[in-house]
């Protein structure tokens, strides 16, 4: 199930907090809970990926990037990520969520998030996403001047880079 009540606290906090540069790190604190969990006692990997959604959306939030999608009525997906998990979180472990914004190419915006307990890093995510108008990509250069962002996107890190070489030759649609 999705985390309604969780996404609904996130949306009043972090519509009281100071904005946020684009290219800041946004930093939660937040506890696994017993809905969480697995067989194996230890956060789901769906709800990883459900979680690092409401990291992206507070981002969202801090950086200006919610209003001018209510005011453009443009949408957000998800075209591709890609996650390492290396270690585990349980039940009321506390543990903050980073999520940054990396850059873009011609089609694409590319942000990273990560799990923290401590100085152990459970998780890490890349993930190449878009803005949708009307069914369709929206032009990164046109969302970025709507951001206030002048000039090219910053060059990506090269293993994101590499990653999105990658996985731009993959058969599409699957051949099976």
Request: positive net charge; hydrophobic residues 45%.
């Amino acid at each position: 199930m999705y985390p309604y009540l969780r996404f609904g606290a996130l949306v009043l906090r972090e519509r009281r907090l100071p904005p946020m540069g684009i290219y800041d790190t946004h930093a939660m604190q937040m506890t696994c809970l017993p809905v969480d969990i697995d067989g194996f006692l230890e956060m789901n990997n769906g709800r990883i990926l459900t979680l690092f959604d409401l990291g992206r959306f507070a981002l969202s939030i801090r950086i200006g990037l919610f209003e001018v999608l209510k005011a453009q009525k443009w949408g957000l997906v998800v075209a591709g990520s890609t996650v390492r998990y290396r270690s585990r979180i349980t039940t009321f472990q506390t543990f903050e969520m980073r999520t940054r914004f990396l850059g873009w190419d011609q089609r694409f915006f590319y942000l990273e998030q990560a799990m923290w307990r401590g100085d152990i890093c459970c998780n890490h995510a890349l993930l190449r996403t878009g803005v949708t108008a009307k069914g369709r990509l929206a032009p990164v250069g046109d969302v970025a001047k709507a951001l206030g962002v002048e000039g090219d996107s910053p060059p990506l890190p090269a293993w994101a880079q590499r990653w999105a070489e990658a996985d731009g030759t993959r058969p599409w649609p699957p051949e099976f």
